[in-house]
């Protein structure tokens, strides 16, 4: 009977895991396919295949977007094809990440297996398919929150491996976006340093200084075999993106309002109170709770908490991090069963609390496409992406920019296309459709990837980070000889990229269609040899 009733409990498990696998990527595939919104859906798809072709952040183009998205979209293109299948099922790979971290993290703290499926069933739902293709935040927080589960296993198992692992998922996540994987990365750092200090352990500390020179030699050879200077990494995607952060710090994240940051996140406090009550209701009664590992971990989990609300509140991206509801639920399901007694309607609540807030944010922010901001577009009027090159087969075009009317949408990019197509001069292309390019099986010689062109060349004309970004644009220009360059209107912010970028006399600025400009370059002293 025993060993029968082991082997359904093995079973059970691995058809949960089957059915996540299957579940979280099918789910994301679906919802990566429904719409876009250029600024935002093609950022990894022009890089991704630039790398794939030889041409790499940082050396070849300014980008404060994280190069490990890009890299990973490349092996993904080589691996499968350069297709929007492949592009999405990036993304599809990592809701199935954060899904199947939920179910083990939770199924190592001992929560029964049925729970520890439905509360990363949930994760899968939330997660990933609010963007749906490979997106700078989702990917660091889904990281982030992988590294914290790292941190909690290392805490509540004893073993060593978990230590190993820490640094390389925080060093990825960085890579991924700098925040919110430096607020997290300041909140497990120093609750280690505490572990350290009452639980000294040289093995431990030992794996992760192991871990830590492990992905930084992977990181440091990276640059090296793709040519690109350290110095370059730096001013681009440290320095620079710091002196965004400050600006965003001030404007965006203070006021500290009640009604921004308790009642617009309410459902994410809720979920995180019976953490509060049990770290509170133990430190009354024993002090030294604040040397214990659940301390740390219940900690870990609020903080991190509090930094994503942070983080969304500094970013202009549509609304994210409501996927950690359905992991603090979990969490607090965990800790209430351990800590009160006789009370199970509580429990009810949490369940409760993960299946509606899912269901609401799901519908809200992922069914209706509100994150792309394609709330309002009907979706029964998108147009199979086919007609504009095979390689975007699968998508279901409708557009942010022109959601009434995805027919005129395309019409005028594939009539921009053609122009550019048949021009056989040297020339650069920069918009926000980044995938003009992938589909003319051609380099851009874009300065940047567009979406971060305005940040650079609306920076004071003194400013470090201006020359710096002018002195790499002109040497695009000049090393490749570049005679014509075509703006696909609209730009995020503004079009006048080289009114910003060149003096008047480089250029003679010609309109070729309602959405496509052209800059043809002149002698002048700037773009001279």
Known sequence: ???????????????????????????????????????????????????????????????????????????????????????????????????????????KLKLNVRYCFFYALLVSILAYPSAGTPFVDQHASIISIISIFCFILALKTNSKIYWFFLPIFFLIAFLSKQTPTGYIFLIIGFLSIIYFIFNFNINKIIYGILGSITIISVFLITLFASKISFISFYDQYISFPLSIGKDRYEYFLFPLE?????LRFKLIHLSSIILIIVSIKNIIHNLKYFKSNEFLIT?????????????????I?????????????????????????????????????????????????????????????????????????NKLRGLKWISCLKPDNPKKEISQLLEAID?????????????????????????????????????????????????????????????????????????????????????????????????????LLQPCEELKN
């Not at 009640?258 to 308790?262: C, K, N, T």
């Open 1 to 107: 009977m025993l060993f029968r009733k082991f082997n359904f409990k093995k079973q059970e498990k691995i058809f949960y895991l089957i059915f996540l696998l299957l579940f979280s990527i099918s789910f994301n595939q679906y919802y990566g396919n429904l719409g876009v919104c250029p600024i935002d859906s093609f950022w990894f798809f022009n890089s991704g295949y630039d790398v794939l072709n030889g041409h790499y952040p940082f050396k070849d183009y300014w980008t404060i977007a994280g190069p490990f998205i890009t890299y990973t979209q490349a092996l993904l293109f080589k691996i499968f094809g350069v297709s929007w299948f492949s592009y999405v099922f990036h993304a599809s790979i990592y809701n199935f990440l954060i899904s199947i971290a939920t179910f083990y993290t939770f199924y």
């Open 258 to 262: 009640f009604s921004r940051i308790v």
């Open 299 to 315: 900690l870990s989990l609020i903080g991190s908490s509090y930094a994503l609300i942070a983080h969304q509140l500094m970013t």
């Open 317 to 389: 991206n549509g609304i994210f991090i409501f996927f950690i509801i359905p992991i603090l639920t979990g969490f607090s399901h965990i800790y209430y069963l351990k800590h009160f007694n006789n009370k199970i309607h509580i429990l009810y609540f949490l369940i409760f609390l993960a299946f509606s807030s899912t269901a609401y944010y799901g519908y809200k922010y992922i069914h209706k496409r509100d994150f792309m901001d394609l709330r309002k577009a009907k979706m029964e009027n998108a147009i199979d992406a086919k007609i504009l090159h």
């Open 419 to 519: 122009i550019i197509k048949n021009d056989g001069r040297n020339k650069s292309i920069i918009t926000d459709y980044q995938f003009i390019s992938v589909i003319l099986s051609s380099y851009d010689f874009s300065p940047s990837q567009s979406w971060f062109i305005n940040h650079v060349v609306h920076q004071k004309k003194e400013s470090k980070y201006f020359k710096k970004y002018k002195r790499l644009f002109i040497n695009q220009l000049k090393e490749n000889k570049i005679e014509i360059a075509y703006v696909i209107k609209p730009l995020w912010q503004s079009n006048e990229v080289f009114e910003e970028g060149l003096s008047k006399n480089c250029m003679k600025k010609i309109r070729i269609t309602e959405i496509l400009d052209g800059y």
